[in-house]
Each structure stands twice: as structure tokens, then as C-alpha cells.
């Protein structure tokens, strides 16, 4: 159903898919194999050290290297290897490929290889392809000013930079999702294959539909050693290795080269007859999925490459082993300017690669060294799909307007957010089924978003239960308990010009901080190269939040994501917490339409008052932050006594609850009530582009009056990101302390000082004059916080008035039962 | 060589471990394990419901009902069922064993077992073994000011909450390491096996040395379900499993129960005979061990339990399927209260368990229900190595100051920093060669400490290469190309009552925040509970730091994790960045030496000029944070124009260049030179116990002079520690501002604007009267900073009088060769 192969999105031809191959491997093939790997390697090596001389047509002298020698060399002669030889099957079968490289660091080979596509040259015209465009791109490699060191942004091809270990088969597989005509070679390196990610991210095949999914073929590549250590994977015994793919469920086939005197060319014919077999097993699988819509999950083939680290360098260097050995890793030669000994180790290392047979007099690779280039979109490093802008279609998003609660009058809808924003999540899952994914780590239905399984499945390729609900080989849904996998996977669909959102627990977010890092700086970059296309966000709905977690407590409490995320560049990130369903309806709208963000969205799962209508949402996340006038009891253009702000669903609701009790308690005090949907709107607007100007935060906080700030998370971010603010000095935040434990949804906020009573307290103290007048009342809040408490403990309840308290005007709406409960609750797992 | 059986340390008799079973399993065993779980479970289901009446002797009614119902059966008798059948063992085999819950959820279930042992009521006086303390047991869980719902500090016999799930093997081999009679029994749930950590954790058998190493046995316990799906692993064909498992090095022994009508004395029967048959392989593999040093790797038994999820509860509720389906995860009966048909429901289940059978009048559990737990410390919720202070032998530390660099004058040794520290670790291993570990992901070589590796091997017991270095079965330093095992196995060794420490490259130590935010909540919670006995501090050494990724670049740059831990209960977490070698040395000592905190450690690894002598650093260490006279040419009474000061080492670099620069050009200004070691020095005495005062804040930066503040990380964190300060107006901060590249040093300190000329120019911005006088000065300074970039791009280097800067003082020294480089550079892997 979704023939939607991204060249006949271009208005191209597409290739023809699946082909198996034709025939044996020829030995013209073999050769021109041979040929590029050649050069693809000369070039790897003159990356590293060379800033002259680049085709050695002159001595070697120590002013032609560089004079600091930084970079990879260990994996890369793997790596141009593996491109030699997909190459030739691309050619041969115009299949659809991108290469997904999981040791990034092996960048050089990479940036040859794409030189010798046409594709580095017509990128950065500066790179000629003559002698000179050589020398500008060998001087370039890692040096100031030039380019990084690894598969990054900046190379053609790639959407995967490796830098940080671990993500490479789920970046691989999530560009494969819906892509069913693309094949994804994806390198694990041995060290790589160690990582956690990358351990689980091999069960990805179970949530492949051979029929309207891509396929991702693996290759490990076992070159035996890390930085300064052996593998495991290359170090276990071979029956053990293969016990493990199957057991992943693929079928391997094991590939041993480079350890012997076994000539090159034969070493290339064996590689390329297997690589035939296992891609005609893949189209053997996708033709029968074409017709059998029952096949069982099938096993996938995957390759085993044993290759020496730092292949084809000096076998010894100084007598000690170089070449399959750790001391290959990174620049084998380190002294290669220092010694006359060693700059000639380096020039016979750059000759044995033949240099006078790969280029010709200009200096541009010859003719037979790039015979077997496939043509156009179907060069790895010219794929659209790993520059996914080039791909990217709007989503198809219904008005989201009639999705929301109806809200007569402040609190009188009870509503659970999420909930009602997964009705409008199965509207637009429903309108682009073919480009849209929802990734969860078993939390969908937790989270409260499950509606969108009314209009697809939970991708499910590993046999089904009578009772299994909801799933199927094809789903947009995909769920695995492995937040690294999600992300992963989200991240590898965004990459190819999808769109997508990740929904989590808060806490656990923090389990791919680290992967959130990588992402936020391939987007800084990305932003910077005029020929990258703007891709979907990265968007993030995290619930079950901090404030919530009666049934889990203290280990399941942590907001500091948001904290995480603000110290990557402003341009890139966004956070908003909506207080009830109609605002976060709006802001992941708003989400959903936006390019090159990660927006992080927190948002309730749990039954809680709604207070604006849809108009007023709108408007509200609009301005970002705004002056809640039904809760003030002064005009906005006049100034209050103290200004009580909230960012955050249940700090909302407590500053509510504590404005309610102001305004019995002492009814002249004049109070302005703010709320922050947009919490980059707090930073000054030189930090950030949602940033207000002093001259609007004035108005909105005062310059000289108390603020009360209740926060839904760390207290110190509000701090940090208004330290510069002229009403600075007057505010007082509340927050996330780290106390925490299973307990009641007040008591929690009573534990770490963020309850209606506190808040209230602190007005008291602050607003001057009123600490005198006011002791009495004081007194008697912090003994309704304290029955409270006790009777939370002795009942495991919170008093009713507080449970159910809501805002004045709402209350005869609700005594007459007009607060409406949108669903039931206590039956959702979490 | 380490005999070091734990039970020894306190001087008891100790248990002979691994010795074979004596026989077949008995009929009265089985009727034992029989009657000790149905209690188990009754307890459970009583925990997780009921209030009061908890023997059932009353009809049930609503109010004996907890009203909010929350906790998660699904797991829970899983975990009984394992418990029985452990106690047997143990007690047939006297076999130290501890237990590992890897789905933590199932807290009911430990609770009710280690009641059971007798360890709760002398734990915890007040739940008496008796009707009145079964009610409060009941009542307590998971309600406000009661206990959490999972396996937690509150928890005896736990050193593993399993809130966030993934380290429950990585935590038991932690256990095992050194431990050589000790038995380590870890559940994985088949949920947590889908997260990466756990996936690659399995390969942890690759590290343990059989004889001088305990053992892991791990169970997978498979019930098919996690929240809302089915698990990947309790699905794929069974010849996979047992593939993967093979793969991983195990001999799987397969058990499947509870989905027939098979009589619970013969699933016990099987299970115990089976239990025996993995035990005696144990029994037999440490036995080979004791007496072959040259044996193959082994391979360990597992088991994979196949059991249904909700296992014992009613096999449907309201006509769906309960038992053995997700439904049964959390409370399968959310409604007991609700109807009397619920409540019915409730009341049927709980008799199932026949509690008449099982408690005596009083309401204690009869005798033959405990007819099997083991003697005293055998009891695994009385292991003392579940509360690992009571076995923490203090570590033997040589004198730090014997492994310092002389510093005849300020800047005239060039040390690396990590390579010093190495030194000192090498005596530290040696003198605790059976209680001292060190974990890293592949980078201890990078990171330079591996002088250690001269006193002990790399463990690896996964087979030899004639090129291999320090490689052996045993050895202290463990390393695998993965953070999460790193951070895993530290934590278990830690909590079981030793010392080590984790180095890491610093971008990727976010890689295990989540970890580290776990590990921080049971620090707090356990700090809080009277008979948790105070463990090693964790440790952490991170380099290869922001400032000098000249081979990795960009996505190798991030600072951030200080900004994650800050945000944790001051009383656990430390944050040290000491400026060079000597000081180094004393922060580590004192991380060493203390018990309870998270002590992160950022230095740096390449070479740089060391500023103080020994006496020095362990002064400045011992303040924190202080006044550096020979940079400072105004005496420390005496009011500065401006104060310039530096926390890490590159900014304290810069600064005292950029110093050096102002007393040429602005001889006459009176400049101040401060120095942070202890980041938390900077925090309000009252928001941490290392914080200073006001007067002492006011002392160090004055309260109305200009500061210019160079910073490791991101600026706004020192913002975030200060805004209370009275001096915060006049703070300006530079520091890491995602802006970087592979580069030189230099222009990489240039690309965030905190080099030596940025900051003069600040000085000169900020100092009152002096803009208009300096304005040339200020244009020269650009002007050489724009020469400086320069010159990196054109030749890939550092001007030399940047590179090769030093304090004037040494300028001489360093002329006449007096400048040591203690180690050589460029050789190491990065």
C-alpha cells in the first residue's frame, strides 16, 4: 500500500527493487573492486597525514605532512571495503541502499568514498577533482577550520555520525520503516557491538514488515580490538557468535579475510559472491512477502566480516604489530613527521596502494576506478534519504480545535490532557499512515495516548496470542521496552524525512540524555549547511511526570530533562509544559508543524481541571506565557501586590487552589496570576529566539513586586534562565526537591514545599506589611497543610475538600454534575 | 589468594560453599516450599489490597479495602517462587547467596519473604510476627508515610531497587567480583531484557575469573507481558532463546510452568530438581576452577523461567483475561472496592492461598512454612552483603604527597594531570588488591592511569592473543565498551562493601545520568535509614574533558553532567575540578577516603603547566576554593579593581595568561586571582554542606567589583550556584557554549570566547573608567585573537607563544630546560 519509494517522489525513474543478481561475480568486477578500494584507501591515509604532495609526485618530505596527526585509521580500511563492494551491488541491481556506518570515526573513508561518487566535489565546489581539490580536502580532514574527524553532518550520505557509540542498527532501522523499497547496510563495529543500544537494537527485526518496511542488513565487523582492549564479540568462540545472531534471529554469514597471504582479488570474489547470496536471500524474502501475507518472521540475513584492524597499514611499526592490533586505531604512524624512519614507513605505506594507477594527470580518479559507481540518487552518498528534508512532506494535520474540551468556565471540565490529545493523535495518525510514527517504550497506553491504535497497529513481527490486541506486522505504533531503541528509531525516520513523536515517562528520558546530545548537535550543524534540509522535530510527550507517581514513587521522579536540554543550542530546543488538555492540544500542533527542533512537550495523564477554552489556549501558547486574567484581581495594566506564577499542570492547579484561599483570606490583596506554557520565553531574548524582552517580562512580573513561582520541576532552572531579569531579586521559585516517595498527589506537593497552603505562606511573608497582620492566618495554613498530612497517613487519602477542590466559579457547575470526567481512570496500568 | 568469604569478616563460622546437592529432592521439602509460597504470595495480594483483616477471620468488606490501590502483582509471584526454591537450596547447600530483583515492581513479594525470614520484625520492630503486625505490614505498603512499592533501600536484603530497569546482572556480577563463594541469584524480567544495559550485561560472564570471582545465576523470567504488551523475549521460537542464550555464553536450563493443570507439588518437585542440577554445574565448574588454572571459559548456567504473569491470581476478571496476560501487571482488581462482586473476587483470591494453613492463632507464620529458611546470615534478606557498610574495610591509601610533581615555581612542570594521579592509583591497587576496582569503557589507557596495569591485569577470561597486554582471568581494572556496565558493576561492588572508582570520557558519562540518578535516590533514601551502614563513595574520574577533543571534535564536547548531578540532594553529590596535578591528587584522596557520595572528578590528560606545590594543593584543596597570591598583585585584604577567576583546568589556564597579559599592558590595575576546586564551595551554606558563607562569598569576590569567571562547563550553571550572592550583579562567566569543532586547543577556547585576549577584553569592558583608556588595547587584543585563528587554520597549529605559554615566573626555568614533560603525548590512543 505504500509504494512510496522516495525516487518516484523526486519524479525520478525508480529503480527497480529486489533484483536478484544475474550472475556470477566477474572478474572485471573484481578488479575495478579492487581499484576503488585502492583509492578509497590512498585517500583515507593522505586525509590523516598529508597537507601536500597528495599524489606523491614528489619525494615525500616532512613539510608535506601534517604537523598534527589526528583521526582513525583502524576501522576505515573495513569500511571503504564494505562501500567497494556495495557499490558493485548496487550497480548491478539498482537497488535503493544508504550505508549507515556505526564507527563513525572512520570518517576519512567516508569522505573518499564520497569524492570518488562526484558527490564531495559537486557538495563543496572548492573540492575539485583534480589534484588540487586533493590537497584541499586532505589538508581539510580534521584541521582547523575544515572538516570533523568523523562521519558527520558535513559528509554527504550520512545521518548517522558514530561519534557516540552504540545507535547504529536503530538509526538504520528507522529509516527503513516505511521505506519498503530501501536496503539499509548498517556497519556494527565490534566495539560498538558491546554498548547496551546497540545489543538490544539487533531484536529491531522483530518489528519489521517485510512487506511494506525496508530491509536492514547488518554487518558486524570484527576487526578484534577497541582503543587499548580486544572485542568480545571477536574474542568468542565462532559457534558461540553464530548462536547469538540466530538467536537475535538472523542468519549469518561469516566472512574471514586479511589474516593470511590471500590475494586481494580472490579476497574481493569471495566477498562479493556472498554478498550476492545474502542479497538474493533478501529479495527471496521480500517476493515472497509481496504475495504471502502469513509468512512467518523471517530470518534476515546478516554478515560477520573478520577483517584486521587497520587493515593494509605496515604490519610492524618500531617491531611492534600495528596492523591487527589496538595500536591501529587511531594514527598508527604518530611520529610520521618526526623521524626520517618513519616518514619513509609512511610514504611506503601511501605507494603500496599504487597511486600512479588510481589517478590520472589531472589528478582526478581514472575511469576504471569508478566503473562501477552507480548512477545518480542511487550512489550511497547522493541518497535522498539521508538528507530527508529532500523527502519531507507535511503532515496532513486535522483542526485540532475540534479535538479539545469544552471548558464553560474555568475548572469545570475535568479532563485527562494526554488522553485528549491522543483523540487528535488518531485523527492525524489516520491522515498520514504512511509517514507518521508514534514511538513508546511500552507506556503508550499508560501515557494515555493509546487512541491512535483505533487506527493502526503496534508493529509486531514475532507471533501473535489470542488475546494480543492492537498488533500487527505493519503499525505505526512501534513500542519496545528500550527508550535507546525509540529514540533510535524516531531519530532514523526523522533523519530520512519523516515525522514522528516519542512518548515517556519523564524520569526515564534521562536514559538517552546522551542521545538527545548527539541529535541536538547533528541538527546545530545541519542548520549551518545550506544543502541539509530542514527535517520534522524531534518530538517528545512525556507524562506520568514527576508529580504523579502514586504508584511508583521516589525512583520515578526526575523533571530534570528540561534542564538537560536548555544547555544545547537555543535554535535547536523548545520545552513547553501545557497546563491542561486544550494547551497542550495547541502547543503539539504546533510541535508536530515545526522543522529542526527537539521540542520537549510535559504534559499530565491524570484527571485535573481544564481552564481555558480553545480560543483562550490558542491565544495563551501564542504569547508563550500570559497574564491569566479570570484568576487576577487586578487589571492588567495595573500593578498588583505579589504576582503568583505557574509553569507546569500541578503547579498550575496549586497556585490556583492558593489564589482561591487569597482571595478569602484577604480579600484586598491584589494579585496578577501568571502562566508560562513556553518556557524559553523566561530567557532573555539574545539567549534565546522565544526569549521576551525585558520591557514585556517587566509587565508581566513587575519589576519590584513579589513573585511566588510554582515550577514543575528543579527550582534553580527558573533561576537560571531569569538571573539577568530586573524583578529577579523579588522572586521566590518552588519546585522539584528530591523528596519524593509513593504517596498521595498532595502530600507530594506538600513534601517538597509546592502545596496551596505553602504557597499562600510565602505570599505572606513577602508582600510587605502583611507578614504582621497576617501571623494568625499563617498559623492556621500551616495547620490545614499538617491535617493534611496526618490524614493522608491514616487514610491514604487526600481530604475531599482538597482532592476535589476547583476553582470558585466551576464549583455550583460541579455540585450540579456538570464536571465531567472525559474517561475513567484507576483501570490504566502504568 | 582471597578467601575473603565475608561471613569470615565477622567472625562467624563460615558456610562451605558449592557443595553439591545430597540427594533427590524430598516430598517434605517440596510441601515446605509449597506452604512458604502461598504465604509469600498471600502476604502479597495482602500488601497490595488490604488495610485490615488481614488473616481473613472477619468476611471481607469494603473498609478492610485500601481506598487508593496501588503496587504490581504481575511479577510478584515469580518472585515467591524463586525465593522458595532458593531457601531450600541454601539451606541443604549452606551456600552464601544473595538475591537480585531485577523487576524491582515486585516489592510486595521481598517484603513478605523477608518477613517471612524473620528479618522485617527485627529490622523493623514495630511489624511484629503476629496478627496486629501483619495489618501494619499490610497497611504500610506503598501508602503515604508507609514503605515504596519496590524492592528499595526500605527493602532488607536488597542492594537493587528495579524502578528503572536494565542492571540487574550488571549489579549482581558488581556483587561477585572478589566475592569467591558467594552465589549471586539475579532475576532478569522479561521486560527489563529488551533494554540495552540488560542485553549486553549477559556478556559480563567474560570478566569473571571462577576462582577467585563468585557466581552469577541468572533467571529470565519470562511471563510474557510487560505494561500493555507482549515481551520480545517470551515470544521469539525457543531454539532462538536457547540459541541466544548459548550465545551469551550460558548453558540455559528451561523451565515451563502454570499454564496447564499440573499440580503445584509437582512444579515444585521439577523445579527444585532442576535448581539442584544448575547448582551441582556451579558446584562442579568451581570446583575444576580451584584446581585449573588454564580451564576454558565456562559456560554458566541460566535459567529461563517460563511462568504465567499474574501467575495465582484469578485466571479472569470480568470476563477477560486476567492470569497470564498484561492485565495482571500492576492491580488486577482496581475495582475490589467498587462492588461487591469485586470485593467477592478479592476475597475467593486471597482464600486460595488457604491462610488458615499458614499462620498460628497469634497470626505468625506456622513453623513448617519456615521449616526451610536458612540459619542467620544465610537468610538472604540478612546478607551482610546486601548492606555492604558492615563488611567496608577502609581502604589502604599511600601518601598522595610521594606521588606529586615538584612545582619549583608557578608553571614551571609540565605534568599530565591524569598520568600523575595514575601513579598514585598504581600504590592504591596494590595495597588493596581484593577490595579496589576500577571500571572504563575501553578509555583507562586514553584517560592515562594505566600505571595501575603494572600491579594488576585487565579481567578477561574470553581468550589470549600472544599480542595481548594485561590481560587476565583476574584482575582489578574491568574493561568493556560500555558505560552502562561500568556504572553497573561499580554500584554492585560498591554496595556489597568495597571501594573503586569509574573513569570516562566526560561528554559520554550522560550515558548512565539515569543510572546515576538512581544510584543518588538510594544514597539519600538508605543515608535516612538508621541500619544501612554508611559504603564507598562513588567515584568518578572524567577526562579526555570539552576543552581538548582535538581528535573527536564537536560530538565528543559536553560539560553537562555537573549541571545533572547538582540537581541531586546535596548531602550525596561532590563536583571537584582541579586545576592541575598536585591538586588532583589531593581531591582523589579525599574522594577515596569518604563513604556515601557521588564524587565527580573532571581532569584533564594532556600536558599543561602544574601552579602548585604540593603543601599548596593540599591547602588550596582543603578551603575549596581560594585567593592564588602569586597571580594576584594586590594582598588579600586589600580591595582588587577587578577579580578574574577560574574553575577546571583550561580556564585556569586562560585566566592566568590572560593575567599575565594585564600586568604587561594595565600594570597599575589590581587584579585578584581566584580558584575553585570544589564547584559546591560556590552554593549558599544553607543549600549545601560544602557551601560558604556570604562573608566568606564577600571575602573571595568582594561585593561590588567586577569578576570575570572562566568556567570548565556551561556558564549559567555558576549563575545557578550564585544568584543569591551579593556579588552576582558583577559576575560574568564564560565558559562552554556548544560551539566547537576538532581544533586546536587554543581556537577551541577561542570558538567559545573564553581565551586570554576575550577575557582582557571583558576586564577592560567591565572595570569602571577603564573602556575609554583601553580602547586600543581592547582592539589589539581582537587583533591578535583574529591572528591567532589565523595561523590554526592556515597551519593546523597554535601560534607557539599560545602553545608554549607560561607564567612568567617559569618563563626562565622553562628556557633552561627545566620544563619537564613527565610523559610523552601523541603516542597515546584517544
Known amino acids: 500500500m505504500t509504494a512510496n519509494n522516495s525516487l518516484n517522489a523526486r519524479g525520478e525513474t525508480p529503480a527497480t527493487p529486489w533484483v536478484p543478481a544475474d550472475g556470477p561475480v566477474s572478474d ?26 597528495p599524489l606523491l609526485r614528489e619525494t615525500l618530505t616532512r613539510d608535506h605532512v601534517k604537523p598534527r596527526l589526528v583521526g582513525h585509521w ?14 558493485r551491488a548496487i550497480a548491478r541491481r539498482l537497488q535503493p541502499t544508504m550505508y549507515i556506518i556505526g564507527p563513525g570515526h572512520g570518517g ?58 552504540g545507535y547504529a542498527l536503530s538509526h538504520a532501522y528507522g529509516a527503513a520503516f516505511d521505506n519498503p523499497d530501501l536496503l539499509v547496510a548498517a556497519v556494527v563495529g565490534d566495539g560498538e557491538a558491546e554498548t547496551g543500544p546497540l545489543a538490544t537494537s539487533w531484536h529491531s527485526n522483530k518489528f519489521i514488515d517485510p512487506a511494506t518496511d525496508g530491509v536492514v542488513l547488518p554487518i558486524l565487523h570484527l576487526n578484534g580490538y577497541k582503543i587499548a582492549n580486544p572485542t568480545v564479540l571477536a ?15 538472523h542468519k549469518p554469514y561469516v566472512f574471514t579475510a586479511g589474516f ?30 509481496a504475495t504471502n501475507p502469513d509468512m512467518d518472521r523471517p530470518a534476515w540475513p546478516m554478515i560477520v566480516m573478520r577483517t584486521p584492524k587497520g587493515w593494509t597499514c605496515p604490519p610492524e611499526i618500531d617491531g611492534k604489530r600495528t596492523e591487527n592490533s589496538w595500536r591501529a586505531h587511531q594514527v598508527p604512524l604518530a611520529s610520521a613527521r618526526d623521524t626520517d624512519a618513519h616518514l619513509k614507513v609512511l610514504e611506503g605505506w601511501l605507494q603500496s596502494y599504487r597511486p600512479e594507477e588510481l589517478f590520472d594527470e589531472a589528478g582526478a580518479p581514472r575511469p576504471e576506478v569508478t ?39 474555568p475548572g469545570a471540565t475535568i479532563a485527562e490532557a494526554t488522553r485528549v490529545l491522543g483523540g487528535w493523535l488518531e485523527a492525524v495518525m489516520a491522515a498520514n499512515l504512511d509517514n507518521f510514527r508514534v514511538f513508546a517504550p511500552d507506556e503508550l497506553a499508560s501515557n ?4 491512535v491504535l483505533d487506527v493502526t497497529d503496534k508493529s509486531w513481527n514475532n507471533g501473535l496470542d489470542s488475546d494480543d490486541e492492537h498488533l500487527g506486522k505493519r503499525g505505526q505504533v512501534v513500542e519496545m521496552l528500550s527508550e535507546h531503541q525509540c529514540q533510535g528509531w524516531l531519530e532514523g525516520y526523522l533523519l530520512t524525512g519523516r515525522h514522528g513523536l516519542f512518548t515517556s515517562y519523564e524520569a526515564f528520558i534521562h536514559i538517552v540524555d546522551s542521545m538527545f546530545n548527539q541529535h541536538a548537535k547533528w541538527l546545530k550543524v545541519s542548520r549551518e549547511l545550506p544543502w541539509r534540509r530542514p527535517i520534522g522535530s524531534l518530538n517528545y510527550l512525556l507524562s506520568s511526570h514527576v508529580w504523579r507517581q502514586d504508584h511508583n514513587g521516589f525512583s520515578h521522579q526526575d523533571p530534570g530533562f528540561i534542564d538537560h536540554v536548555v544547555n544545547k543550542k537555543a535554535e535547536v530546543v523548545r520545552v513547553y509544559l501545557p497546563p491542561d488538555a486544550n494547551t497542550l492540544l495547541s502547543v503539539y500542533d504546533h510541535c508536530l508543524r515545526s522543522r529542526d527542533y527537539v521540542n520537549v512537550v510535559v504534559a499530565g495523564k491524570q484527571p485535573q481541571a481544564s481552564w481555558l477554552t480553545m480560543d483562550e489556549a490558542i491565544d495563551h501558547c501564542t504569547r508563550g506565557a500570559g497574564i491569566w486574567e479570570f484568576a487576577s484581581n487586578v487589571p492588567a495594566g495595573e500593578e498588583p501586590d505579589v504576582v503568583l506564577a505557574a509553569c507546569g499542570d500541578v503547579p498550575t492547579l496549586e497556585v490556583l487552589a492558593a489564589i482561591d484561599i487569597l482571595r478569602q483570606e484577604l480579600p484586598d490583596l491584589k494579585v496578577r496570576m501568571v502562566n508560562v506554557v513556553d518556557l524559553m520565553r523566561l530567557q532573555p531574548e539574545e539567549e534565546h529566539p522565544h526569549g521576551m524582552s525585558d520591557r514585556e517580562f517587566d509587565q508581566l512580573f513587575t519589576t519590584d513586586k513579589p513573585i511566588i513561582f510554582a515550577y514543575h520541576g528543579y527550582p534553580w532552572l527558573i533561576h537560571r534562565l531569569t538571573y539577568r531579569r530586573n524583578g529577579h531579586a523579588n522572586l521566590h521559585v518552588r519546585g522539584y526537591i528530591e523528596e519524593g516517595t509513593t504517596t498521595t498527589p498532595f502530600d507530594m506537593a506538600m513534601l517538597n514545599k509546592m502545596d496551596r497552603f505553602f504557597l499562600v505562606r510565602k505570599v505572606i511573608e513577602r508582600v510587605p506589611g502583611l507578614a504582621s497582620r497576617a501571623a494568625l492566618l499563617s498559623q492556621k495554613l500551616e495547620d490545614q497543610r499538617m491535617a493534611a498530612r496526618r490524614y493522608a497517613r491514616a487514610t491514604g487519602e487526600d481530604p475531599v475538600e482538597i482532592r476535589d477542590w476547583t476553582w470558585p466559579d466551576a464549583r455550583g457547575l460541579a455540585d450540579a454534575g456538570a464536571v465531567s470526567a472525559t474517561a475513567a481512570t484507576g483501570g490504566d496500568n502504568e
Open 28 to 53: 572485471a568486477d573484481v578488479a575495478t573492486i579492487d581499484l576503488w578500494w585502492r583509492t578509497a584507501n590512498y585517500m583515507s591515509v593522505g586525509q590523516i597525514y598529508l597537507k601536500d604532495n
Open 74 to 87: 583502524g576501522t576505515t580500511p573495513g569500511l571503504t571495503f564494505i562501500y567497494a563492494h556495495l557499490n
Open 108 to 165: 576519512p573513508g567516508l569522505v573518499a568514498a564520497s569524492f570518488l561518487d562526484g558527490t564531495y566535489t559537486s557538495t563543496y565546489n572548492s573540492i575539485s577533482n583534480d589534484e588540487a581539490g586533493l590537497k584541499r580536502l586532505f589538508t581539510q580532514f580534521s584541521f582547523p577550520g575544515g572538516i570533523p574527524s568523523h562521519v558527520a553532518p558535513e559528509t554527504p550520505g550520512s545521518i548517522h555520525e558514530g561519534g557516540e557509540l
Open 235 to 249: 574474542r568468542i568462540p565462532e559457534e558461540e557468535l553464530v548462536a547469538l545472531m540466530t538467536g537475535y534471529g
Open 260 to 289: 593470511d597471504d590471500e590475494d586481494h582479488l580472490s579476497i574481493h570474489r569471495r566477498f562479493a559472491t556472498m554478498l550476492d547470496e545474502a542479497l538474493d536471500e533478501i529479495a527471496r524474502i521480500k517476493a515472497e512477502a
Open 371 to 409: 566503473a562501477l559507481t552507480p548512477p545518480g540518487d542511487l550512489r550511497m552518498s547522493a541518497t535522498p534519504h539521508a538528507n530527508g528534508g529532500l523527502l519531507l512532506r507535511d503532515l496532513v494535520l486535522p483542526d485540532f480545535r475540534e479535538y479539545g474540551v469544552d471548558v464553560p468556565t
Open 448 to 451: 494515555r495516548i493509546q487512541a
